[in-house]
């Protein structure tokens, strides 16, 4: 069975730091591609970055690009998103999903993934 077990969220000031992590069980992570998305209150969940299975192929949204990392690590189960300079409008409940791919793409898309984690609050705010 699939799951993801999401860590990493917290109350942050301002400017700093935060690194989420998403471990992966229940399947082989190398055949999956994995997005990050958040959701705020009152607002559509969107996506934030992929990641192509190999970690060749990485996406941003413009809101967080020069700011947010992917990466992973297929040996170790997990994923994360290293996000600094965060601000106030980064401020959302934050999700990794998968979807099986036999390519080396990645989509921001919440149509493109099948399986999701229960999601970790990040709180921005001075």
């Known amino acids: 069975q699939v799951q993801f077990v999401e860590s990493g969220g917290g109350l942050v000031q301002p400017g700093g730091s935060l690194r989420l992590s998403c471990a992966a069980s229940g399947f082989t992570l190398d055949y999956y591609a994995i997005g990050w998305f958040r959701q705020a209150p009152g607002k559509e969940r969107e996506g934030v970055s992929c990641?192509?299975?190999?970690?060749?192929?990485?996406y941003y949204t413009d809101s967080v690009k020069g700011r947010f990392t992917t990466s992973r690590d297929n040996a170790g189960h997990t994923v994360y998103l290293q996000m600094n300079s965060l601000k106030p409008e980064d401020t959302a409940v934050y999700y990794c999903?998968?979807?099986?791919?036999?390519?080396?793409?990645?989509?921001?898309?919440?149509?493109?993934?099948?399986?999701w984690g229960q999601g970790t609050q990040v709180t921005v705010s001075s």
């Open positions: 990641i192509s299975r190999s970690g060749g192929i990485t």
């Open positions: 999903a998968a979807r099986r791919r036999y390519d080396s793409a990645c989509y921001l898309g919440t149509y493109a993934y099948d399986y």
